[in-house]
């Protein structure tokens, strides 16, 4: 029998991947799917879809679709006549039926089995380009998704009776990506975080809670939630946690005592963008890159030194990536089309016409683009650890590595497993010491979803921008590790290379996130604050 998977990105499996790439196709095979043993009459599946074509020409697009499903999909047992169309009951199985079995009889395993299955929004990323359609998508979608958001509350309320922290704030988390105002989640995580000694965590959830409610709706915690935010302040001041802690072993502050302020735009697509600024000068803007978050990062050991040291002389100026951090994590696009477009975003809003651009890891693909798209707003491009080509476009050996990453990625997300811990830690920061490599950690739990994790990750592989780099006409300088095992040096020199005229800056570290107390970093920073020197302003 068929299974379709609906929770999600569609797909569909009978002993094995069936794959059925037509979106057209994908939508009349999940509406019918959504209403076994109902019959529908031609001509409505017609003007479902293509409700922009002549009712003849309609009818003849629904009929080439249904040859193409019997053909490509001979498993499909689609019940049809001239004017009739539809499944039989019992002919296929979705993951939505699994999900609502489920959730009907709500024990912990059963509720565990729900969280399974809703991989994510219903039907995501799947456009039929038709407005009667996407009607109905969005009732399913968020019929299914309350459905799950009550789901999730049932269940993380059991798993903290038991005591099962580490599912309760992956739960947690989850259910603030599908809605990050639900502020008694936030207050959930706080308590969690705190039952774990780990007081620096609740504290930064709860200014994460602050800012959602003071954006989006004008409004301060309620008092339960400030209360408990004191309730930390007091216990850290008093008994600065016990060992392992963050919050005990919290870099001090910078002698600027920098402020961020942080503010939210919004996308093309409705997707909310967080940013941030500190500092005072002319700007420096920096693209985002693989795992984002405002407020974690701003007082980080791993982060807090680079935000000190380019807010010096600048208005150093940050953003969220879609999905991560303090962004909107349920979004419909997750692309490298989107990236750009939310650096467009950002600079707009922010009001900037002409500035230096930062980019790190992939998010010096992200500048690439943007700065031949924009030459005429970007004075200087300045390229950390980045590469023109993501890892499913290199050698055969390093691709098997990655996708083996990839899939540990979507198992290990967030969790306290040394194995998965380690091997990240040793590819971002094999220096670390015990405070960064933890705090790192707890960056992944924070940062974003497992799924969305995954996603980023497929995404990042897929990076090409090689035929761009002849058309850079920004003044460049590119940097990069020698020993970085996160992207491999030759990816640096390529970049040097086919940007015409580019400076290239060999760096000796080991680190693809350069840490405060190596001699690469006072390198690094020389060479940027000379390459942006004012006399260097074009």
Not at 69 to 77: I, K, S
Request: proline share 5%; charged share 25%; with cysteine.
């Amino acid at each position: 029998m068929p299974r379709l998977t609906l929770l999600g990105s569609f797909s569909m499996d009978r002993g094995g991947p069936v794959t059925l790439r037509n979106k057209k196709a994908q939508a009349l095979v999940a509406f019918l799917a959504m209403n076994p043993g109902v019959v529908h009459v031609r001509e409505r599946l017609a003007a479902l879809l293509w409700p922009d074509s002549h009712e003849d020409a309609a009818r003849q697009s629904l009929r080439q679709c249904i040859s193409m499903l019997r053909h490509d999909c001979a498993e499909l047992p689609l019940s049809a006549d001239h004017d009739l169309l539809g499944f039989d009951i019992g002919a296929v199985t979705t993951d939505v039926v699994e999900f609502k079995d489920a959730v009907s009889d709500p024990s912990i395993a059963n509720l565990k089995r729900a969280a399974e299955l809703y991989r994510g929004p219903f039907l995501e990323g799947l456009n039929a380009r038709s407005d009667l359609f996407d009607e109905w998508l969005l009732g399913e979608r968020t019929r299914l998704r309350a459905v799950a958001t009550s789901a999730f509350h049932t269940l993380l309320q059991e798993l903290q009776l038991i005591g099962a922290r580490e599912e309760a704030i992956a739960l947690a988390l989850r259910l603030l990506a599908i809605d990050p105002l639900q502020e008694e989640v936030d207050r959930a995580l706080m308590r969690l975080y705190s039952e774990q000694g780990q007081t620096a965590l609740a504290l930064r959830q709860y200014k994460r809670c602050e800012a959602i409610l003071r954006k989006e709706l004008n409004v301060e915690p309620d008092q339960e939630t400030r209360a408990l935010y004191q309730q930390l302040l007091r216990h850290r001041s008093q008994h600065r946690g016990p060992p392992g802690d963050v919050a005990a072993a919290e870099p001090a502050a910078s002698p600027r005592q920098l402020k961020q302020n942080v503010r939210t735009c919004t996308a093309r697509d409705g997707v909310r963008i967080a940013y941030a600024s500190v500092g005072a000068g002319p700007p420096l803007v920096r693209a985002a890159n693989w795992l984002n978050h405002l407020e974690f990062d701003f007082a980080s050991p791993v982060w807090q030194h680079w935000i000190e040291a380019l807010s010096r002389d600048n208005t150093f100026l940050r953003y969220d990536e879609r999905g991560t951090g303090l962004s909107d994590w349920d979004v419909f696009d997750i692309s490298f089309d989107a990236f750009v477009r939310d650096l467009e975003t950002v600079v707009d809003a922010a009001g900037l016409e002409r500035f230096p651009l930062l980019g790190i890891s992939q998010g010096c693909a992200i500048s690439i683009a943007y700065a031949v798209k924009h030459p005429e707003r970007v004075s200087h491009l300045v390229l950390y650890g980045g590469y023109a080509k993501g890892w499913r476009h290199q050698d055969p050996s390093n691709v098997a590595r990655r996708e083996a990453l990839t899939t540990l990625v979507l198992e290990g997300w967030g969790q306290e497993s040394p194995v998965f811990r380690q091997i990240f830690t040793s590819l971002f920061i094999p220096e670390a010491n015990a405070e960064q490599a933890q705090w790192f950690n707890d960056l992944q739990r924070i940062t974003t979803s497992p799924q969305n994790a995954f996603k980023l990750t497929n995404i990042f592989g897929e990076i090409d921008v090689r035929h761009l780099l002849q058309d850079v006409r920004t003044p460049t300088l590119v940097l990069h590790a020698r020993a970085d095992a996160s992207v491999k040096f030759t990816e640096g020199q390529e970049l040097a290379a086919r940007i015409k005229g580019a400076t290239f800056v060999p760096l000796e570290s080991p680190n693809h996130i350069l840490l405060g107390t190596e001699p690469a970093w006072s390198v690094f920073l020389d060479s940027v604050r000379r390459f942006l020197a004012p006399d260097r302003c074009r």
